[in-house]
């Protein structure tokens, strides 16, 4: 497969990964909900969704600006972007999270606004790597944007249900795929693959 064709297995594998910030959070406001109604669900996978899709969008079109200044080594920059993204999800994932035990479980603009930009930029740096690889940007940002709105609807539900359980493996999961996707974008271009 060629450096600049992202299969749609790919672009939905990067979606899952970058998704996992804001499962987590949604695990941890699970956690902290005494009775969890479904518009907090809804309210909860549009914040989330929402800027998940919005941020890659906005990277992708800061790249796609001044891709002509590093077509020469776009797949370096594919690679070092999903691994340090990749790499810190792992890293935050074994890091006691003080933030998320003090975590409230109000859905209203003043405190979903934060979480939601801070969940989401990684995603913009996901954008910037979709400037250099042959993808719809449009599909690829919808397709995040309704991952991410899933998990996060989910995560709440699992919280609720199962407590902190799944929040470190989804994290780790989604850390390896993500630097696992940039290896093999960069050995495909170095002719290893």
Not at 58 to 79: P, Q
Request: proline share 2%.
């Amino acid at each position: 497969m060629n450096l600049r064709n992202t299969s749609m297995l790919q672009t939905f594998l990067i979606a899952v990964s970058v998704s996992m910030d804001a499962f987590a959070v949604s695990i941890g406001k699970g956690l902290t909900v005494r009775k969890l109604r479904h518009v907090d669900a809804l309210k909860t996978a549009l914040w989330f969704g929402g800027f998940q899709a919005l941020f890659p969008l906005l990277g992708f079109f800061f790249a796609s600006t001044f891709s002509h200044y590093v077509t020469a080594v776009d797949h370096w920059i594919i690679f070092a972007l999903l691994a340090f993204i990749g790499g810190n999800m792992i890293r935050e994932a074994f890091e006691e999270d003080e933030e998320n035990a003090k975590e409230t479980a109000e859905f209203d603009w003043k405190h979903m606004l934060p979480l939601a930009v801070a969940c989401s930029i990684d995603a913009f740096a996901v954008g910037v790597s979709f400037a250099f690889m042959k993808v719809n940007v449009w599909s690829s940002v919808l397709t995040i944007g309704v991952t991410t709105g899933a998990f996060s609807a989910a995560g709440l539900y699992i919280g609720r249900m199962f407590g902190s359980r799944w929040q470190k493996p989804a994290q780790i999961a989604g850390g390896v795929v993500l630097v696992l996707i940039g290896l093999k974008v960069l050995l495909e271009h170095l002719g290893v693959l």
